[in-house]
């Protein structure tokens, strides 16, 4: 192992060391509650910057949001604070470019990669139903 690294060596600008603070990585674990993962129902690749745009200003994030692309097609959003996700939440569903968006809320314990996202809920409008058949047996 050691004759792999024999011949490796830095330039004068590389060596700079990394430093990763484990109390971040674990706040950033803790707050996955404040996470959305996201996928499109399309089989083609979305472009990521054009969405991450449009997602930006329709979402109005007050407190701010990161996103980032988990492997392709399935994204990750990122809030700061709850009154953020709850607005997304209580808007959905959306669309980007005629395609529908589905969401799903992570919850602790849950591992990011993991959650099958196949449903969606709409609301229904009909009108001009007569009176004794609005009932939650018809509706359903």
């Not at 050691?2 to 330039?11: P, Q, Y």
């Not at 700079?16 to 109390?23: A, D, I, S």
């Amino acid at each position: 192992m050691k004759a792999c690294f024999e011949n490796l060596s830095f330039l004068k600008d590389e060596d700079e060391e990394l430093v990763m603070e484990v109390k971040d990585l674990i706040s950033e674990l803790q707050s996955l509650n404040l996470c959305l993962v996201g996928h499109f129902l399309i089989d083609r690749k979305i472009n990521f910057n054009a969405m991450k745009n449009k997602v930006a200003s329709l979402w109005r994030h007050g407190k701010g949001m990161s996103i980032r692309e988990l492997n392709v097609g399935k994204y990750l959003f990122h809030f700061f604070h709850q009154v953020d996700i709850n607005r997304v939440l209580d808007g959905a569903p959306w669309m980007f470019d005629n395609q529908l968006f589905l969401l799903h809320q992570l919850k602790e314990g849950e591992i990011l990669n993991q959650p099958s996202i196949n449903n969606v809920e709409f609301w229904v409008q009909i009108h001009d139903i007569p009176v004794d058949c609005m009932s939650m047996a018809i509706g359903q």
